[in-house]
């Protein structure tokens, strides 16, 4: 067996230099004259650990991480070939609790096999749901993803099985498929990742939808701040295309589907499905009215299955091992699994595929090891930026988009970003508004003006200025925001706001931040309108 | 970034040609104009009206809709400091302090010397690496201490390349 040798492509493992880890290990074994194969695999997401080099032994794939360039003689010398005994030696991969404990269903492959390898994707179970679904009527296929409960892993989590059977029966020459791979909440990189690691199940898992649909066209709008996950993407389709897995004849079977990447240009909206559609007709990113619905009438006008990345993704293995199977993980009406994304000031942030149904504390503690500086964790914000701020009393609520619904927050797109006790509530909140005005699209006045005024009246309270009447007025505005916007942007705003108000009363009494204060901090004022006060 | 600044009717037309018979061609097309230019020239917005049979407020409408879309040259050199929640978690404040006092400018600017442009970006998605940054396409995670020192040497490196 010739020498295997894994060093992650993965956009975040080159942020950490694994490109440079590369040359290192290449230079050296030219000095030392062994012949070896480099594979630039995804990341396993275990991002401490990145740049993590893992080296094909009997036994399996044993791990070193973080790598730099300057550890790498001393890891030949120690024999990191054939798994020798190093300092940054983790060893067997797939037994690191961190990996062991997850349910990778969607990252099956991710970080395993050679993303642009079919061979390497097929011999780990890739194809096997197209397969399948070659073999069904659209109806069967559509009747699969509905069985398996799977719902839109974007954030709003809409059955999707419903969704494509909306297309299925709308009648039309042309009908399409659209990826969402507009990943823009912070915390969030999922998409990317599985871009990045294992593209061949988006393409799998958008063939299906093109078979279950009869659309014969698809298009993933993917962010420019993605540029790895771009390339990676455009070169998985030119193979898809070569080995005849996309194209007028997919794996021989006669049927149609082909598909292209676009890219986005820096507009949060974009992820706001029928802004996306916009811009992928060229257009500005503006929303549309619902209905008619994108399904009915979307891309240039034809009913279209718009859906996540991690949906479409979802959907090879449901349709190779049964919708019973997916339909088995998960709680309550949250079926399946979720790849959940911690990150932000955490000690071990990373991928952590699971069903549905564990706490925020035990991927928070148990995974995440508490924080990166080591301070108490004072809030967490799930769901991206539209997401509620949680202090770190409702840790113990479980990941499951019914119960965060109950405590006012969202799952969203599954991202976890921790904050230590040295953040600013209030800071915070007049970020969320002026992030919302950076990126409205201006169509309805709620959001185009509201997110002005609301970041204005917050930056008041934190003035001092007529705290307890502007506390008012930002009560009032979200209300506004939230029932009069035409899209989650204007109308999920008021979400990070208002939690971080009812939950952390004390950064908004107007008596600057709360950590530049003396140690004894006086008893903060209730405030007008909050539960607490509702509650007496 | 290697860009052509020269604005070269010619060549717009070419990318245009090129581009037209695609689904959407717009986007591609300002892309490819950015990415050639490293901006979208105003003169180049009639030429892509005419030729995708749109009106002109329409082009000048999503050229000016998209964050991307420049509308005149950056700095030689690019960092983009992400700015998003999960950086603010790990202290994006300080890497902006830091990059303000090794280059005299914060976000959104760019030095008098036309070296280095500095600017906001929201999520990178590298949340699980924070603070992160971006420099001319490459991507930096962890951009505190000693590593930030490292962006910044990498960037003056970058800079005393340039013209070489």
Redesign the interface.
Same mark, same amino acid.
């Given at each position: 067996m010739s020498l295997r040798l894994y060093v992650p492509g993965d956009?975040?493992a080159?942020?950490?230099g694994a490109s440079d880890v590369v040359l290192a290990i290449k230079a050296e074994l030219a000095r030392r004259g062994i012949e070896a194969t480099i594979i630039r695999n995804g990341s396993r997401g275990l991002?401490?650990l990145?740049p993590l080099v893992e080296v094909e032994t009997p036994e399996g794939r044993v791990g070193y991480g973080p790598v730099e360039p300057e550890d790498v003689p001393g890891l030949f010398e120690a024999g990191f070939l054939h798994g020798g005994a190093h300092a940054h030696r983790v060893g067997l991969v797939e037994e690191i609790p961190y990996l062991k404990k997850q349910q990778r269903l969607t990252f099956a492959r991710c970080g395993i096999i050679d993303p642009l390898s079919l061979a390497d994707y097929e011999a780990h179970g890739g194809l096997a749901g197209l397969r399948r679904a070659l073999t069904l009527s659209g109806e069967a296929i559509v009747k699969e993803v509905t069985d398996s409960g799977l719902r839109g892993r974007g954030g709003a989590a809409f059955p999707t099985g419903i969704k494509w059977e909306t297309v299925r029966k709308a009648e039309a020459a042309q009908k399409y498929i659209v990826c969402n791979a507009d990943?823009?909440?912070?915390?969030?990189?999922a998409?990317?990742m599985l871009m990045e690691g294992d593209p061949f199940v988006l393409i799998e898992g958008m063939a299906i939808a093109g078979l279950a649909v009869g659309a014969t066209?698809g298009?993933v709008y993917i962010r420019?701040?993605?540029?790895?996950?771009f390339r990676q993407m455009n070169r998985a389709i030119d193979e898809a295309r070569a080995a005849g897995l996309l194209g007028a004849d997919i794996l021989g079977s006669g049927r149609t589907f082909d598909m292209?990447t676009?890219?986005?240009?820096?507009?949060?909206i974009c992820g706001e499905e029928t802004s996306l559609l916009e811009?992928?007709?060229?257009?500005?990113?503006?929303i549309r009215f619902k209905p008619p619905l994108p399904a009915l009438k979307g891309l240039?006008g034809q009913p279209t299955v718009i859906n996540n990345l991690i949906s479409l993704a979802s959907v090879p293995i449901i349709l190779d091992k049964g919708s019973a199977f997916y339909r088995d993980y998960g709680m309550g009406r949250s079926r399946g699994t979720l790849p959940f994304?911690?990150?932000?000031?955490?000690k071990h942030?990373?991928?952590i595929e699971l069903a549905f149904g564990p706490t925020l504390r035990e991927v928070i503690e148990e995974y995440g090891g508490g924080t990166?500086s080591g301070r108490p964790v004072r809030a967490i914000?799930v769901g991206g930026?539209l997401g509620a701020y949680w202090p770190a009393s409702l840790m113990d609520v479980a990941l499951d988009y019914e119960e965060f619904i109950k405590h006012d927050g969202m799952i969203g797109h599954g991202?976890i970003?921790?904050?230590?006790d040295t953040?600013d509530m209030a800071k915070?909140a007049q970020?969320a508004f002026e992030?919302c005005a950076?990126?409205s699209?201006g169509k309805c006045t709620p959001c185009r003006i509201g997110s002005t005024r609301g970041a204005e009246t917050v930056a008041k309270v934190r003035r001092g200025q007529d705290v307890e009447a502007n506390l008012v007025l930002l009560r009032d505005l979200a209300l506004t925001m939230r029932d009069g916007s035409l899209c989650a942007l204007g109308g999920l705003t008021p979400m990070p706001v208002v939690s971080a108000i009812d939950h952390f009363p004390e950064d908004f009494d107007g008596g600057g931040p709360i950590n530049d204060r003396p140690p004894n901090i006086p008893e903060p004022h209730r405030l007008p309108g909050s539960p607490g006060l509702a509650a007496e | 970034m290697p860009a052509n600044r020269t604005f070269d009717e010619a060549a717009i037309k070419a990318i245009i040609a090129d581009m037209r018979s695609?689904?959407?061609?717009?986007?591609?097309i300002?892309?490819a104009i950015n990415d050639r230019l490293g901006y979208v020239d105003q003169r180049a917005l009639p030429l892509i009206a005419q030729e995708?049979n749109l009106s002109r407020a329409?082009v000048h !409408?999503?050229f000016t809709?998209?964050?991307?879309?420049r509308k005149a040259p950056a700095g030689r050199h690019v960092i983009k400091v992400c700015v998003?929640?999960?950086?603010?978690?790990?202290g994006s404040d300080r890497l902006v302090d830091h990059l303000r006092a090794a280059f005299g400018i914060g976000l959104g600017e760019t030095t008098p010397d036309g070296r280095i442009t500095v600017e906001p970006?929201?999520?990178?998605?590298?949340?699980?690496?924070?603070p992160?940054a971006?420099m001319d396409?490459?991507?930096? !995670?962890?951009v505190e201490g000693t590593r930030a020192d490292r962006l910044v040497r990498s960037a003056n490196l970058a800079a005393a390349g340039d013209g070489r």
């Open positions: 956009a975040s080159l942020a950490m991002f401490w990145e990943e823009g909440d912070s915390g969030t990189f998409d990317r066209k298009f420019s701040e993605y540029p790895h996950a292209e676009r890219l986005g240009a820096g507009a949060y811009s992928l007709e060229g257009r500005r990113g503006t240039f994304q911690l990150g932000g000031n955490i942030g990373g991928l990166h914000q930026p991202g970003v921790v904050f230590d953040v915070q970020f992030f950076h990126e699209c | 695609l689904d959407g061609p717009l986007m591609p300002l892309h995708l329409e !409408g999503v809709f998209y964050h991307d879309f998003a929640e999960a950086c603010q978690s790990m970006i929201y999520c990178l998605g590298n949340c699980a690496l924070s992160s971006m396409g490459k991507l930096y !995670g962890r």
